[in-house]
Structure formats: structure tokens, C-alpha cells
């Protein structure tokens, strides 16, 4: 069966500092990865998306940036935030097919 | 640009009762749709999907969704709901592997 872990579960973290977030999948092999962000009130919206190792493509400009170093690993990351990326970040992966989505438990930031 | 509309914002119902929640989209080309549920705090839990055939697709936990093309419509449906099934619902549309278009949610509360 398939897992989907997120680090860290949540994050305080003051303006200007820099942020890593990490997401790994097992026993999928070449998933289609994806973060989201939900923001108070409970919209997604879609940040970046991977299909493969080393190739991450954005979705909307947040000054946030992405990596997958490995094929079971997305990363999520910025040296310098802001409070408008407070919120509950999702890191989520679906089969070739596309057909469905599968989400982490989420990571939720507070920028102060 | 693909739309996904989740109509209701809230559903209020009493353990028992029925409930319907709609969901439309506008998209003229293929497509694949499907149903998350996120308890509060949470991550989001696939609940079922369609692509093609039986236009009526059954999931977990007694939930099911009815496909209509004429209508550009997948309302999620359950014939007598629990408590526990107070959520949010999101109804999400793909048309590729790029991207995973949600609607804002409906969120549903469940009078014990």
C-alpha cells in the first residue's frame, strides 16, 4: 500500500526566515507529485506539480519554490517569508492515470 | 480555463436524513472528476471518481455520484448520513496530470 508522510505537522515561523517542507511517498513508483495550499476558509490552490525526478513546474508565483531531489521525495521551500504564506500546505500524489489525488495529512505554517 | 462549482457553501441535515451535494464544471474535453472529504484539520480523503461508463460510481463509506454530461454536472450523494460524515466535501476535475482544479467546497454539518 501507498503512503504519503509530510514534515514537519506544523511550523511557527517569523517573517524573513526560510522555510523547508517535505513530503515522501512509498511504494509508488514514478508518482505524479503535487503541493497545495489552503488557505483560511478552504480554497486549494495548486503550487507546483512533478512527474519526475529533478523537474518541478509552477503553477502560481507565491515566491515559493520546489524540488524533487529523489523520486519519492517533494520539497517545498523559500528564504524568505511572508505572512500571506501562512496556511496549511498539502503535498499530494496521483497514479500515471491521473484519475485521482492522494494527500498527506498536510503541514500547518504560521508566519508571524 | 477550467471551472469547478461547488454551489453550496454550507448543507445543514439532520443523522438520517439524505443529502445531495452538487458540483458543476466547465470543460468540453475529457475529463476525469471525483469527490475528497477533509475533516477539519486534516488532509483530504479521496472518496470516489469517474472517467466513463456507469455514469452512477459508488465510494467509501456509502457515498456515490451521479456523472451528467447534458448538465456538466457530478452531485455526490448519500442516502442516510452519520455524524461523523460532517466535513468539508471538495469536487475536483483533471484533465491531465498538470493539474487537479478543486471548487471551493461545501461544508457539511450533521445534527445528531
Known amino acids: 500500500a501507498q503512503t504519503i508522510h509530510q514534515w514537519p505537522v506544523a511550523e511557527i515561523k517569523a517573517v524573513g526566515s526560510p522555510l523547508s517542507l517535505g513530503c515522501t511517498i512509498k511504494?509508488?513508483?514514478?508518482?505524479?507529485l503535487y503541493w497545495y495550499w489552503q488557505a483560511t476558509g478552504g480554497t486549494l490552490q495548486q503550487l507546483f506539480y512533478?512527474?519526475?525526478?529533478?523537474?518541478v513546474e509552477s503553477v502560481v508565483q507565491l515566491n515559493l519554490s520546489a524540488s524533487r531531489p529523489k523520486d519519492d521525495q517533494f520539497i517545498l521551500s523559500t528564504e524568505k517569508l511572508l505572512l500571506s504564506h501562512s496556511g496549511f500546505y498539502l503535498c499530494?500524489?496521483?497514479?500515471?492515470?491521473?484519475?485521482?489525488?492522494?494527500f498527506g495529512k498536510g503541514t500547518r505554517l504560521t508566519v508571524v | 480555463t477550467q471551472t469547478v462549482s461547488q454551489s453550496d457553501a454550507h448543507v445543514t441535515v439532520f443523522e438520517g436524513d439524505s443529502v445531495e451535494l452538487r458540483c458543476n464544471y466547465s470543460y468540453g474535453g475529457s475529463i476525469y472528476l471525483s469527490w475528497y472529504i477533509q475533516h477539519h484539520g486534516h488532509g483530504l480523503q479521496f472518496l470516489l471518481k469517474?472517467?466513463?461508463?456507469?455514469?452512477v460510481v459508488q465510494g467509501v463509506n456509502g457515498f456515490e455520484a451521479e456523472f451528467s454530461k447534458s448538465d456538466s454536472s457530478f452531485h455526490l450523494r448519500k442516502a442516510s448520513v452519520h455524524w461523523s460524515d460532517s466535513a468539508v466535501y471538495f469536487c475536483a476535475v483533471s484533465t491531465g496530470y498538470q493539474n487537479f482544479y478543486f471548487g471551493k467546497g461545501t461544508s457539511l454539518t450533521v445534527i445528531p
Open positions: 511504494g509508488k513508483s514514478s508518482p505524479n
Open positions: 512533478s512527474i519526475t525526478v529533478g523537474q
Open positions: 469517474y472517467y466513463s461508463g456507469n455514469p
Open positions: 499530494a500524489w496521483s497514479p500515471q492515470g491521473y484519475t485521482e489525488v492522494f
